[in-house]
């Protein structure tokens, strides 16, 4: 993607314009006419950032240059000036509802007249105010500009592909049973269509070790949602990139035998490193908008099919502990900006009070306040079973233990089926791929392919101390191996109380079965140090009757270089949908319903704005490589 800026912008904003994506020519602007006519048509610019449209010279000029693409204009606010705008505070977006491109896309409206003033499209984006740094605005100014761009690039190609789409009911194959794509096809059944489900693992209500499963069943027993689930990784606190090439133990992500990584695994890193700061913070505002939609969908759940929610240790709100000051009032504001009410940060001594399990870790000194906000935890494995039920009730169909293979490409290459190992090939109308960190070889020719690594996380379980802790907790200990730590209260077969904690990054490239033992247990040992810490006696009779031992497992988690997660929607040979949904890094819970919705909008022939949001190139798009085709 490149933009062209034809302004002078204040010293604060030109950190912002460093690389190939912007080409600022600050003249321009102050003469519009033949001069920025001449500009547009020589650089072929896929969006103008102005403080003016352009006349129609200046469009027939660009338009003739450009082929057929859109002429894409983000139009500046004119009270935006070089010092700053005009007053407010930037807040994450709610995804809205939008029409693709060719239908008068929200947002934005045509400008200009004849054959390329038809293709000209005008977004403004508005200063929120003179208190905004003019850094923010352009910020703001050149996330709209890469958004504009995508759903002008992807949505006509979308639009081709659900146009063709019957809405009435029809066979769906989903490929993957994690909870995604359980909560998926539990949509889509009440949708009417007929659903099949093929999963490489045993049946999740089976009593199978844990190491045969996949993330969500072979995990610890918990999960939680929160509005901050699936955040953005794009760098260290020290402002460097991600660690995930250094090892665990010496406080970094990486979990492989790094003597098995090779170039793929270096470019995905390096993919993650290279994105800037303005970028990153769009994608992360795209994510945690629609764990906002999640929030809204999970409670309409919960009213119109409460038997998913009997017996699976549903659990009520969240309280966040910190143990650095700054980091918390952080995230409060943060939480501010979210649910637009103000969160009270609570001191160490309010909280011990309040949760006297939490007692010892105070005295300690290991947590500095917090904040309650607004999430559920469940226990998963239940979860499982209980939408496993619902989904056969109502006329699912399970094939556990059958792994799929590859795609069967059919003629001109789109797929015609899927063939499982065993040598079978299933047909359906449409296909929802959904393979976790475990998907390399079925995505293998995709948009999506090479997109999703594993990064393993880690469990463990503790007698619940029984000494009041009410709420499930999420705790952030900055600096440390495993910083960001869940800890869920869960109840046994027998009724008994226990503490689920789950925490730690553990990258391991490409293949999720490349596991360095040493590393894995020096993340082990991080998260031992977070559960001795904050509940020392607890971990001391864990460690004394063996069940710290008996609990130990890890999940492999699917994760993005990008941090975005993955949609990817293309036609099949029969002139259905094969459907990719994943790489949801720490959220695949949370967005699961929001998740489970797209689908089910795509199979009916409607556009969704994950669609587009989280289409598999969205990050090759912006930086232009050659590889960054739109399925046809």
Avoid at 53 to 60: G, I
Avoid at 220 to 230: I, K, V, Y
Avoid at 570 to 594: D, K, P, S
């Amino acid at each position: 993607m490149l933009v062209l800026l034809d302004h002078p912008v204040p010293t604060s904003v030109e950190p912002l314009l460093k690389g190939p994506h912007v080409l600022h020519r600050p003249t321009l602007g102050a003469r519009p006419g033949a001069l920025r006519g001449r500009a547009l048509a020589r650089h072929r610019p896929d969006v103008l950032l102005t403080r003016s449209v352009p006349a129609a010279a200046e469009t027939a000029a660009w338009g003739a240059a450009a082929g057929e693409h859109p002429l894409v204009v983000v139009l500046l606010d004119r009270a935006a000036g070089p010092g700053g705008a005009r007053g407010g505070v930037a807040r994450v977006r709610r995804p809205p509802a939008r029409r693709l491109p060719g239908a008068g896309p929200a947002g934005s409206r045509l400008a200009g007249a004849g054959p390329a003033g038809s293709r000209l499209r005008v977004t403004v984006c508005p200063s929120a105010g003179a208190a905004e740094p003019a850094a923010d605005l352009y910020a703001r100014a050149l996330a709209t500009a890469e958004r504009r761009f995508l759903a002008e690039r992807v949505g006509p190609v979308l639009a081709g592909h659900l146009g063709a789409v019957r809405p009435e009911a029809a066979s769906v194959v989903l490929v993957g049973a994690g909870v995604v794509n359980l909560l998926t096809g539990l949509r889509l059944l009440r949708a009417g269509h007929r659903v099949t489900f093929y999963d490489s693992g045993p049946d999740p209500r089976s009593g199978a070790p844990w190491t045969s499963f996949g993330c969500s069943r072979g995990g610890g027993d918990a999960r939680m949602f929160t509005l901050t689930e699936a955040d953005g990784y794009f760098g260290s606190p020290g402002g460097g990139p991600l660690p995930f090439a250094q090892p665990v133990k010496d406080k970094g992500w990486g979990l492989a035998d790094l003597a098995r990584l090779g170039p793929a695994e270096r470019a995905w890193t390096e993919d993650n490193a290279r994105v800037p700061g303005w970028l990153a913070r769009s994608f992360t505002e795209d994510v945690l908008g629609y764990n906002l939609t999640s929030d809204r969908l999970w409670r309409e759940l919960r009213h119109d099919a409460p038997e998913l929610f009997h017996g699976v240790g549903l659990r009520e709100g969240i309280l966040r502990i910190y143990s650095d000051q700054d980091v918390l009032e952080a995230h409060a504001e943060r939480q501010r900006s979210l649910t637009e009410r103000d969160f009270e940060i609570l001191s160490a001594d309010r909280i011990s009070a309040r949760h006297p399990a939490l007692a010892a870790a105070h005295r300690a000194g290991a947590f500095v306040g917090g904040i309650e906000v607004n999430g559920f935890t469940v226990q998963v494995h239940r979860f499982l079973g209980a939408v496993a039920d619902a989904a056969e009730r109502a006329g699912a169909v399970f094939h556990w233990g059958r792994p799929v293979a590859a795609l069967v490409p059919g003629e001109g290459g789109a797929p015609e089926g899927i063939s499982c190992r065993d040598g079978e090939t299933v047909r359906a109308d449409h296909y929802v791929l959904s393979p976790g960190a475990y998907g390399e070889a079925l995505l293998r020719g995709t948009a999506s392919a090479g997109l999703i690594h594993g990064m393993v996380g880690v469990w463990l379980t503790l007698p619940d101390p029984g000494r009041g802790l009410r709420n499930s907790l999420k705790i952030t200990r900055s600096g440390h191996t495993a910083a960001d730590a869940n800890v869920t209260v869960t109840q046994g077969p027998d009724g008994r109380s226990f503490l689920t904690v789950g925490s730690g990054y553990g990258w391991t490239g490409a293949d999720p079965d490349n596991l360095d033992p040493t590393q894995l247990e020096a993340l082990h040992a991080a998260v031992d140090d977070t559960a001795s810490s904050f509940f020392p006696d607890a971990f001391d009779e864990a460690r004394r009757s063996g069940l710290l031992e008996r609990s130990r497992r890890y999940c492999v988690r699917p994760w993005t270089a990008s941090s975005l997660p993955v949609f990817e929607t293309t036609r099949t040979a029969g002139g259905g949908l094969l459907l990719i949904t994943g790489g949801h890094n720490t959220g695949g819970f949370a967005q699961a319903v929001v998740t489970a919705e797209a689908v089910a909008s795509a199979l009916r022939g409607e556009s969704h704005p994950m669609h587009v949001d989280y289409h598999p190139n969205r990050l090759r798009m912006f930086y232009g490589q050659k590889d960054a085709r739109l399925p046809e």
